[in-house]
């Protein structure tokens, strides 16, 4: 697709319930990255593929917190047990490529209530 | 440890005048340096970065950023301020010696509010 497209939009979800967000990168982009944001703050790091490979998932922030690129396209971001800290906006991003700078786009993100 | 610092929650400015808003960083090696822009309920949509070569770096919308090695910063600057361009700026960097490690680290961003 023509940018980064991320479902659902907005999601309520009941504590302890299991939540899924998907995310649609560019097409031949082999960077995906997903990014917590709390309401005004900045952008937090949860973790990063490199096609299907999950490179660095040190900003998960609990074992509930799961991401998976099987197919090296489209990503899923599962949280089980949510709690009402996990209410946030979850972004997802690609790039190009690797191994140079490019630019990282980013999707419209998920708006995740946990009520 | 990397960091970047916006030192202003809010900027206001009036339509036509100039805006600059602020950022700098802290990182081990030279940066690569990006300012992004959210807009209301939106995603995070990039403006302009600097990677290597001229210091003054032309972006989005007419928005442009200068790289300061010396002072450590990056700020962005606009010679004439529209209504339209209030939103919410974030500045980010990455470490180019990273390796794997391809994350920005970003700033809390900066309020900008462009008044009639």
């Known amino acids: 697709g023509a940018g980064v497209s991320q479902s659902p939009r907005y999601k309520v979800a009941k504590r302890g319930q299991d939540v899924a967000l998907r995310c649609d990168p560019i097409?031949?982009?082999?960077?995906l990255f997903w990014y917590q944001q709390a309401l005004g703050q900045g952008p937090e790091f949860l973790t990063y593929?490199?096609?299907?490979?999950?490179?660095?998932k040190s900003g998960l922030p609990s074992d509930r917190f799961f991401a998976e690129r099987p197919e090296g396209s489209v990503s899923t971001l599962k949280i089980q047990r949510t709690q009402q800290e996990d209410s946030a906006v979850y972004l997802c991003?690609?790039?190009?490529?690797?191994?140079?700078?490019?630019?990282?786009?980013f999707g419209e993100g998920s708006w995740l209530t946990v009520v | 440890a990397q960091s970047v610092a916006q030192p202003e929650d809010q900027v206001n400015v009036a339509e036509g005048n100039p805006l600059t808003v602020k950022c700098t960083y802290s990182?081990?090696?030279?940066?690569?340096l990006f300012w992004y822009v959210q807009y209301p309920n939106r995603g995070l949509q990039f403006l302009l970065k600097?990677?290597?070569?001229d210091n003054l770096v032309k972006g989005s919308y007419g928005f442009e950023a200068e790289f300061n090695k010396s002072q450590t910063s990056f700020h962005l600057k606009k010679p004439s301020a529209l209504v339209s361009d209030s939103a919410l700026y974030f500045c980010?960097?990455?470490?180019?010696?990273?390796?794997?490690?391809?994350?920005?680290?970003w700033g809390l961003g900066t309020s900008l509010a462009v008044n009639p």
């Open positions: 991003a690609s790039s190009l490529s690797a191994g140079t700078p490019n630019t990282i786009y």
């Open positions: 097409s031949g982009h082999v960077s």
């Open positions: 593929f490199q096609n299907e490979a999950q490179l660095d």
């Open positions: 990182v081990s090696g030279n940066p690569y």
């Open positions: 600097y990677i290597t070569g």
């Open positions: 980010a960097v990455r470490d180019p010696n990273a390796g794997n490690n391809r994350k920005l680290i």
